[in-house]
């Protein structure tokens, strides 16, 4: 706010004028309120009154509250959302897994392979599970990402294990699904892994890829092109 008063000018501002009519202008602060615009208009001259300030075109060069301005991008990226993910695939993994325990009660499949050897096995695929789904899970939380599907992803993740397969998580779950059903010696739990994979495919797998190609475009095309989709 410009207030208009009489008062004793200085030397300076004078510069040899009449005192009488020296007209000094004081500047108020302004409380503005969040997000409200102002407008700095130049071209004011030295003794222009108060009223000309109207007369001023607006310039194009605008300050806006920054707090109105932080608020606002908070709120845009609360509400973006992830992938169109709307069951936990890990549940997928451990129905299918208790469903083979409870056929083990019912019939057996024939298993022509030695226990020893079809137990080793299973441990060796299920340590290689585990490790797909570790190393995945720790380029997330560094990269200060959330592993859940269905929640946004502000960076592709290009390293580890995502370097020769685009699901390392689903592949990992199919790994200790099928190594489990070896080493209990419960080829119904193995059997079951590819229809775990397969539900998993088209519930999860699918709207993630829809939700990459439309957020990272052609990025995530070319990584598409490189890297399988599983193995």
């Not at 137990?119 to 592993?147: C, S, Y």
């Not at 370097?163 to 592949?171: D, G, H, L, S």
């Not at 779950?173 to 495919?201: K, P, R």
């Not at 990025?219 to 490189?226: E, F, Q």
Request: glycine share 8%; charged share 15%.
């Amino acid at each position: 706010m410009i207030r208009q008063s009489e008062g004793p000018p200085s030397p300076e501002l004078t510069n040899g004028r009449n005192r009488s009519s020296y007209l000094e202008y004081e500047f108020e602060p302004v409380l503005v309120p969040r997000g409200v615009l102002l407008s700095c208009k130049p071209g004011l001259e030295q003794g222009d009154p108060p009223s000309a300030l109207s007369s001023i075109p607006r310039s194009p060069f605008q300050v806006q509250s920054v707090q109105g301005r932080v608020t606002s991008m908070s709120k845009v990226d609360s509400g973006e959302r992830g992938a169109n993910v709307r069951f936990p695939p890990p549940l997928i993994y451990l129905a299918f897994t208790l469903l083979g325990v409870a056929l083990r009660y019912v019939t057996l499949p024939p298993n022509p392979v030695d226990g020893f050897i079809t137990r080793a096995a299973g441990i060796a695929i299920i340590l290689a599970g585990l490790w797909l789904i570790v190393e995945a899970w720790k380029l997330f939380k560094r990269t200060g990402q959330d592993p859940k599907p269905w929640t946004p992803s502000p960076e592709m993740v290009l390293s580890g294990p995502y370097r020769f397969t685009r699901n390392p998580m689903y592949v990992g779950m199919t790994c200790i699904q099928l190594g489990l059903g070896l080493a209990l010696n419960n080829l119904w739990i193995s059997f079951f892994a590819a229809f775990s994979l397969l539900t998993v495919h088209f519930i999860a797998v699918v709207p993630e890829e829809k939700y990459l190609a439309g957020k990272f475009g052609e990025s995530y095309t070319g990584y598409v092109i490189k890297v399988r989709r599983y193995l």
